[in-house]
């Protein structure tokens, strides 16, 4: 059975365009975990408790299923998060995601999940744009996260946001 991921997110422009764009954008430094990904891997977005700027209010969540649909491969030009410049990218199609604000609270599924040995320090593997989930967490996540998922085209918009001019 290939590898299952998280690509984690923790910011909610980053998080639109990846949800609006079907791609996926790793940042400088973190292309070894980035190039681990291959077309046709399946792949869980996951939200941060911090991806909306309010982490006493949101809390982090599994909120869509995709696959890989290309190899990872240097950018022709970075894209740019809240100056924080990515540089590599592969395209994503995306078969599954909870509506706005909902999906699948991955702090509770934390001490059934064999990736997060020790509950007390969960979070600091989070750290990171990608981690590889072992088969029994991927059958975990996918079961769990099944019933919260509609069709992309309903749910998409959801996930739209355009920044405030100042």
Known sequence: M????????GDRAALSW??????????????????ALAEGEEVFLNAT?????????DLGRVIGRATITSPVRVL???????ERSATEGCRVKVSGLAPFREGLVLRDLVPRLSVFPDSATWSVRMRRASLTLPPADAEL????????????GETREGYRWEPVAA
């Open 2 to 9: 290939p590898p299952a991921y998280l690509l984690i997110i």
């Open 49 to 57: 408790r911090g991806c909306f700027r309010n982490p006493t209010r």
């Open 76 to 82: 022709d030009e970075p894209v740019v998060f809240n």
């Open 18 to 35: 990846v949800i609006t764009e079907q791609r996926m954008a790793f940042p400088a430094g973190r292309s070894k975990g980035a190039r």
């Open 141 to 152: 996540v996918r079961t769990e996260l099944e019933p919260l998922l509609r069709s992309y």
